[in-house]
Structure formats: structure tokens, C-alpha cells
């Protein structure tokens, strides 16, 4: 296969590699000894591109020292294929090599597997809807991307070794004619290639757009080259004959200057030619030159001198100089003619401006180099400046996608930067509160303040990618009740907005158990029962706490009066009521004979909860207690909805029993009757409980100014005839309510 990189300008950034890398320590051997390590995993398996790994390993490395990487990082593009043979991966690699490298092969591995899962997803949806290979959505490479950005901010080594390794994806690829799948050479043209752009390692960026289009687009990319081909000789000749010419008259001028050829590649050409709509004769740039010199003045004057010697086409001049772009790239840019009319293009720039257009975020990254000003006026005073210009960029990278891609694929997220240095993923429109509560949530119960890129700003202000946000918190304290409120726009995240209302309903149940915990107290008091335990108040009542006591109080769902009852043994029975007698209770069954049966299980203890009491053909519900079997509640219990919400994993299916409400089979149900107090009253309510054949097992009684209270506790066969006694109950004289508990 006939290398690309021949053909390319030697833009190459070799501080790229050697910066990113300088964490990774140097070890004698350390090649040597990881291709050794890899040869006996690797050498007989095959990639999912049907290329062998080791070749790939091998290739990569290469790919690697040509952009100026040093051995450690050629090192570890074997121990990154490594891992996938591996039990016990960053135990095996640490112990060789050390951890930093295993957290580089590991790191990369990862991504590997998130990348090839996306692309995976996208060939199948694309085969679903029959796109052609350059209309593709980017929708299943949104996830990936952004976890790349995740990665990448953790450890550029991995942009790296991976910007190696797709490039040399696509030489096999190139090299064995098989057919490509579409996703992988889209992803490398909308994805790589952008990213090997934005960090200036044209030598990569350069040959993955050229392959990737002559994956995508055969038959253009044949068409162009052939254009190209048919005067490569002559144009070569009289590029290096304008750039000796240009060369020399400088050097008579006075003006010290480097005369370079440019030539243009494939994929730049039709992205200029449709981009502008024109034909391939009228690209000025297939012929270009660049003239690097000391300082800005003497690009001024290397522009007036090239103007006097050609014939200018004055349209196509930019000072990018008196007006950067946006990403801090200076250059003169002008078309000229030559004598025989034909267009060649001409850059000119300073030293300076070439380093920062060639070498992009390296020239951040190693800011040592360049000293305390930096490239292009871009100070890099410490090490977190220049982390933070390199995030910048891939944040930058990252919305370029965005426009490549089609409007709404990265509408809805923004990128900020914590003040370590870290990527947060944000919605669109979130303020400081989103941001604390996405870093933890007590930092955005705490939050207090903010400073954005080093200013304070309210609380309220919407953030934008590629920001420093600085929280400042109290000690300690809660959210303001303002935050749930849309209208004032504390919060846009879904996420921030359940935990502030998670924090205001639990500040609500401690406001409301301290509620009934005063109820319950003030009782204690009125009844002279200070001295009995809270907890075992609340278990005589049928709950699991006190705490749960409370708060059913404190929600007035239950009533004090029962509390009351409890605590009050039993009136004495008038003496015009002794004939009222209480029969022993008979026990209702225990087996499918009537009683309960757990769906799905045999011969399992159960229970009638003593709260609720229930009875055929009540809508029943199990809750399996500790050591004591299957508690039985109605359905509509407050106490069985408590428990619930604390251990909804321990529910269990029940049902009555087939024989239920046959002879012999009954159950207890609390019965209250609200009445005024009067002569006879309870032996007139025992008297329909009687008439009715409903056996009365307890009673208790109380009376407060006039008005009666009173529990009676019946055994029923099913509870649907009760309603129709409790309806005769409340027909007696004086009474005012008789209802079931």
C-alpha cells in the first residue's frame, strides 16, 4: 500500500504526543518488552475488521513515533489489545509494566467497547431505514461522543492511541480492498477526523478525511483524483518554481522568510467546491505556498511585495491577523495570479501564529515551551490553564460536531468545567444550583453563591458550554423553597428539581411526626402515662414504631380516642347490664378450611393483624413479618401502607379459603358506636348483636360529658352482613354513629 503520509505538508505535532505522554514513565525496554508481553495473546487473533491484532499493534506503534511518540506511548498500543486476553487485566499489566499503565490500556479498552457498540447500533438502524452512507443521523454516535468527552478529559493518552488505531482501521481497510462498513468510515469523517483537527494533528486529521471519503464516496473521490493526477508533474514544477522565486525575492528585500509548498487534498477540494459551488479549475488553492517570518510587520510587508510581483485577485484576501477567527487563528490569506493567469494561493503568518494553527492544543498543552505568554496570545501560566484550554478545545470539537451533524443532536446538553478540571454534562439552560446538585447532592442543598470563569454571578444564571462554575456553600443548611419555583429559574435539571423536593418532604414528616408526637405527649400527660415507653404504646396500637405512631397522628389518620382506649381499662358494667355476657371467642381457621391461603405456598404460618382486623370478603393483602409468620391486613390498612412504603419487598399474595363463612369460621371486628350517654345503652346494642346471632367477645366503654364512646369487639362469619346490623345499630336511640374500625 502506497503511504499517504508522502503526500501530506509534515504538519505533524509531535508535542501533542510528547506532552499528553509525559505522565506515562519511561521504562528501559519498556517496547520491547510489551510487544513481548503481547506477541503470544495477540499474534493469532484477528480484529472484527478481519485485521491480526498484533499487525494492528504494530502498525499503530508505528503510526505513533512518526507524530513523535515516545516508546512508552508505542508500548502501550500493545497492552491496550493485551487486555481483552487477559482474566485479571489491570492486575496482570500493573504488576508488569506499572499502574499508569494499565490505567491508560484500561481506560482506552473501555472506549473501544463503547465506540464499537454505537457503530454497531448505527450499521443497524441504517440498514433499517436504507440510508445512503453521508446521510446517516448522528443520533446513535451522540452517546459515544459524549462519553468520549468524558474519557478524554480524564487522560488525552487516549485520544491518542485511538486516533492511531482508527487511522490504521482504515489502512487495512484500504490496503485489503474489503468493503467497509459505512459507520466506521462515517464516524472517522464526522467524528475523528473534527477531533484530530481541533487538536492539531494534521498528519492524521489529512489521510482519515482522504480514506474515509473514498470509503463514502468512490466514485467522486476517483473523479478529483484523476483531475489531480493528470497535471501532478506540472503543478509540482511550477510550485517549486514560484516558491524558490518567492524565496529569493524576500531574501533580497530584507525579509527573513521560510517558502513552503502546500498541497491540497482530495477531500478539502470537494468540501470547497461544494461548499462554494465551484468547478475543480476554479479551487485556487490546488496550487498554495506559506511564508513564515519573524514578526507581524513583516507580514505586512511579504503581502505588499507578493501583490507587486503577481496580479492580486482582490476578492479572495483575508487579514485574519487585524481579525482572528474564533478559535485564536492569525494568517494573511491571498489569491494571486501568476504570468501565465493561472491562480496559485498564498498564507502568511509568523512563527508564532504557525505553531498555534499547526499544533492547536499542543501549543496549550505544553505551554513550557512557549514560556508565561503562550502561543497566539494565549496565556498558559500553569499547568491547570493549559488542562483548560485543551477541555475548551474538545468542548469546541464537540459543537463543531454539532454543526456537522444537523441541528437538535446536542441542543439539549451543554459542557462546564468544574474547578479541578473536570467535565460536567449539564441540560441546556442549567444554572450553579444544576450544576452543585450534579456534583453532590449536599453541595446543592449547601449552595450559597457561585463564581462563572472566576465572576460572581446570581444563583439564577443559565450556563454555557465550556465555563468554570465555583460553588460556594454553607456549612451546613438546606435548599430555598424559591428553587421549585420555574418561574424564577433556579433549576432546569429534572434531577436537582426530585432532590430538592425530596429534602422539603422530609423536613414535612419531621414537622409532622414532632406533630404528633406533641398529640401523643400532651395525652401521655391528661392521662397521667408519662411513664410508659412510647415504643411500646405504639406495638400495643399494631405499629413498628413510635416514629410511625406519629405520624399517622400528626396526618390526623388516626385517632387519639383509640390511644384513649388503650390506656382506660374497661368501665364496670352497669348493674341493669350484668345479663350482658361476653362469650369466649371461638378461633377461626388457620388452614384452607376457612382461614388464609398464601398464594404460592404451602403450610405457611399467618395471622390476622390485630389493627384491622379483617374478614371475608374483605380485600386482604400479606406482609411477612420477622419470626412470626404472615401478618393478614385489610387492603385500605393504614399500618399495612406504612410498612409498605418501608419494605415493599416483603408483600405477599393471600386469599380466603375456599369454606370461608361456613359454619364454624369466624372472625374478630372492631366495632365504634359515637352515642349519647344514657340509661341502657349497652345492653340495647348487645341485644341486636345477639338477635343477630353475632357473638360479643369484648367491650370497652368511656363517657365524657354526655357523649359515649364505646368498642365492641364481634365475631362475623364474613364482614359484607355486618354493614346491615351496624344499619340497626345506628337506629337505636341516641345513637349517633356505629361503624366498623
Known amino acids: 500500500m502506497k503511504s499517504h503520509s508522502s503526500e501530506l505538508s509534515g504538519a505533524a505535532s509531535p508535542q501533542v504526543i510528547a506532552a499528553t505522554a509525559q505522565s506515562l514513565p519511561e521504562q528501559a525496554g519498556a517496547l520491547l518488552r510489551a510487544r513481548a508481553f503481547a506477541e503470544p495473546l495477540l499474534s493469532t487473533q484477528t480484529l472484527d475488521t478481519g485485521e491480526n491484532i498484533l499487525a494492528h499493534a504494530d502498525a499503530v506503534a508505528a503510526i505513533l513515533k512518526t507524530i513523535g511518540g515516545s516508546e512508552a506511548m508505542q508500548a502501550a498500543s500493545y497492552l491496550v489489545y493485551a487486555c481483552d486476553h487477559l482474566n485479571k487485566p489491570h492486575e496482570v499489566i500493573a504488576k508488569a509494566f506499572g499502574d499508569n499503565f494499565a490505567d491508560l490500556a484500561l481506560e482506552t479498552t473501555k472506549l473501544v467497547r463503547v465506540q464499537r457498540m454505537a457503530r454497531l447500533a448505527q450499521t443497524s438502524a441504517s440498514h433499517t431505514a436504507h440510508a445512503a452512507p453521508m446521510a446517516q443521523t448522528a443520533a446513535s454516535q451522540t452517546e459515544s461522543v459524549r462519553k468520549m468527552l468524558l474519557a478524554f478529559s480524564k487522560d488525552l493518552r487516549v485520544v491518542m492511541l485511538r486516533l492511531a488505531s482508527r487511522l490504521q482501521t482504515l489502512r487495512h481497510f484500504a490496503a485489503s480492498k474489503l468493503p467497509v462498513p459505512p459507520s466506521l468510515a462515517s464516524e472517522s469523517l464526522q467524528v475523528f477526523a473534527p477531533l484530530a483537527n481541533?487538536?492539531?494533528?494534521?498528519?492524521?486529521?489529512?489521510?482519515?478525511?482522504?480514506?474515509?471519503?473514498?470509503f463514502l464516496e468512490p466514485d467522486t473521490y476517483r473523479q478529483v483524483a484523476r483531475l489531480l493526477d493528470e497535471k501532478r508533474t506540472e503543478r509540482e514544477a511550477s510550485v517549486e518554481k514560484l516558491r524558490q522565486q518567492l524565496a529569493a525575492d524576500l531574501a533580497s528585500q530584507g525579509i527573513t522568510a521560510t517558502v513552503q509548498g502546500r498541497p491540497k487534498h482530495i477531500y478539502s477540494i470537494v468540501k470547497?467546491?461544494?461548499?462554494?459551488?465551484?468547478?475543480?479549475?476554479?479551487?485556487?488553492?490546488?496550487?498554495?505556498?506559506?511564508?513564515?517570518?519573524?514578526?507581524?510587520?513583516?507580514?505586512?510587508?511579504?503581502?505588499?511585495?507578493?501583490?507587486?510581483?503577481?496580479?492580486?485577485?482582490?476578492?479572495?484576501?483575508?487579514?485574519?491577523?487585524?481579525?482572528?477567527?474564533?478559535?485564536?487563528?492569525?494568517?494573511?490569506?491571498?489569491?494571486?495570479?501568476?504570468?501565465?493567469?493561472?491562480?496559485?494561493?498564498?498564507?502568511i503568518r509568523t512563527q508564532a501564529m504557525h505553531d498555534h494553527a499547526e499544533h492547536g492544543v499542543a501549543a496549550h498543552w505544553a505551554y513550557k515551551e512557549a514560556g508565561t505568554k503562550g502561543y497566539a496570545g494565549v496565556t498558559a501560566s500553569g499547568e491547570y490553564?493549559?488542562?483548560?484550554?485543551?477541555?475548551?478545545?474538545?468542548?469546541?470539537?464537540?459543537?463543531?460536531?454539532?454543526?456537522?451533524?444537523?441541528?437538535?443532536?446536542?441542543?439539549?446538553?451543554?459542557?462546564?468545567?468544574?474547578?479541578?478540571?473536570?467535565?460536567?454534562?449539564?441540560?441546556?439552560?442549567?444554572?450553579?444550583?444544576?450544576?452543585?446538585?450534579?456534583?453532590?447532592?449536599?453541595?446543592?442543598?449547601?449552595?450559597?453563591?457561585?463564581?462563572?470563569?472566576?465572576?460572581?454571578?446570581?444563583?439564577?444564571?443559565?450556563?454555557?458550554?465550556?465555563?468554570?462554575?465555583?460553588?460556594?456553600?454553607?456549612k451546613e443548611?438546606?435548599?430555598?423553597?424559591?428553587?421549585?419555583?420555574?418561574?424564577?429559574?433556579?433549576?432546569?435539571?429534572?434531577?436537582?428539581?426530585?432532590?430538592?423536593?425530596?429534602?422539603?418532604?422530609?423536613?414535612?414528616?419531621?414537622?409532622?411526626?414532632?406533630?404528633?408526637?406533641?398529640?401523643?405527649?400532651?395525652?401521655?400527660?391528661?392521662?397521667?402515662?408519662?411513664?410508659?415507653?412510647?415504643?411500646?404504646?405504639?406495638?400495643?396500637?399494631?405499629?413498628?414504631?413510635?416514629?410511625?405512631?406519629?405520624?399517622?397522628?400528626?396526618?390526623?389518620?388516626?385517632?387519639?380516642?383509640?390511644?384513649?382506649?388503650?390506656?382506660?381499662?374497661?368501665?364496670?358494667l352497669p348493674s341493669e347490664d350484668a345479663l350482658v355476657l361476653l362469650k369466649k371467642p371461638r378461633h377461626p381457621g388457620a388452614s384452607g378450611k376457612g382461614g388464609v391461603l398464601v398464594v404460592g405456598v404451602d403450610s405457611l404460618m399467618t395471622q390476622l393483624a390485630k389493627c384491622c382486623k379483617p374478614a371475608p370478603p374483605d380485600l386482604i393483602s400479606g406482609f411477612v413479618t420477622r419470626g412470626k409468620g404472615v401478618s393478614v391486613h385489610r387492603a385500605d390498612c393504614s399500618n399495612l401502607r406504612n410498612m409498605v412504603n418501608r419494605s415493599g419487598d416483603?408483600?405477599?399474595?393471600?386469599?380466603?379459603?375456599?369454606?370461608?363463612?361456613?359454619?364454624?369460621?369466624?372472625?374478630?371486628?372492631d366495632v365504634s358506636v359515637e352515642a349519647v350517654d344514657r340509661q341502657g345503652l349497652l345492653r340495647d346494642i348487645s341485644e341486636v348483636f345477639t338477635k343477630e346471632k353475632m357473638n360479643v367477645i369484648g367491650v370497652q366503654t368511656q363517657s365524657v360529658k354526655g357523649t359515649a364512646w364505646m368498642t365492641f369487639t364481634v365475631?362475623?362469619?364474613?364482614?359484607?352482613?355486618?354493614?346491615?346490623?351496624?344499619?340497626?345499630?345506628?337506629?337505636?336511640?341516641?345513637?349517633?354513629?356505629?361503624?366498623?374500625?
Not at 306 to 334: C, M, W
Not at 531 to 537: E, G, P, R, T, V
Not at 717 to 735: C, D, I, N, P, Q
Open 198 to 214: 481541533r487538536l492539531g494533528i494534521w498528519e492524521i486529521k489529512w489521510e482519515m478525511e482522504d480514506l474515509s471519503f473514498r
Open 272 to 347: 470547497k467546491m461544494r461548499g462554494k459551488s465551484l468547478g475543480f479549475d476554479q479551487v485556487y488553492d490546488i496550487r498554495a505556498l506559506r511564508i513564515v517570518v519573524p514578526s507581524v510587520p513583516d507580514c505586512y510587508a511579504a503581502l505588499s511585495w507578493v501583490h507587486s510581483q503577481f496580479v492580486p485577485v482582490t476578492e479572495e484576501f483575508d487579514d485574519y491577523i487585524a481579525r482572528p477567527k474564533a478559535n485564536g487563528y492569525q494568517s494573511l490569506h491571498t489569491v494571486v495570479r501568476d504570468g501565465t493567469g493561472l491562480p496559485i494561493e498564498v498564507q
Open 385 to 474: 490553564d493549559a488542562k483548560i484550554a485543551v477541555l475548551r478545545q474538545l468542548l469546541a470539537w464537540e459543537r463543531d460536531l454539532s454543526g456537522q451533524q444537523g441541528a437538535g443532536v446536542f441542543d439539549d446538553r451543554i459542557y462546564v468545567l468544574t474547578p479541578d478540571a473536570a467535565i460536567v454534562e449539564l441540560p441546556k439552560g442549567a444554572t450553579p444550583v444544576d450544576f452543585a446538585y450534579s456534583v453532590h447532592t449536599n453541595l446543592g442543598h449547601r449552595c450559597r453563591g457561585a463564581r462563572v470563569d472566576g465572576a460572581m454571578v446570581p444563583l439564577n444564571t443559565p450556563l454555557k458550554n465550556g465555563q468554570t462554575v465555583e460553588v460556594t456553600a454553607a
Open 477 to 572: 443548611g438546606g435548599p430555598s423553597r424559591d428553587w421549585l419555583n420555574p418561574e424564577l429559574g433556579f433549576l432546569a435539571s429534572h434531577r436537582a428539581r426530585a432532590k430538592v423536593r425530596a429534602w422539603f418532604n422530609v423536613l414535612a414528616m419531621g414537622e409532622t411526626i414532632a406533630k404528633g408526637r406533641e398529640a401523643v405527649e400532651k395525652l401521655l400527660q391528661r392521662e397521667g402515662k408519662t411513664a410508659i415507653k412510647l415504643d411500646d404504646l405504639a406495638s400495643q396500637l399494631g405499629f413498628n414504631s413510635a416514629d410511625d405512631l406519629f405520624e399517622v397522628v400528626g396526618k390526623d389518620e388516626f385517632s387519639l380516642r383509640n390511644i384513649e382506649i388503650v390506656l382506660r381499662p374497661p368501665e364496670p
Open 650 to 669: 416483603r408483600v405477599i399474595e393471600v386469599e380466603w379459603g375456599a369454606s370461608t363463612g361456613k359454619e364454624g369460621n369466624v372472625y374478630p371486628v
Open 715 to 741: 365475631e362475623v362469619a364474613e364482614s359484607g352482613r355486618l354493614a346491615r346490623v351496624l344499619k340497626m345499630v345506628s337506629g337505636l336511640s341516641g345513637v349517633r354513629s356505629a361503624r366498623r374500625r
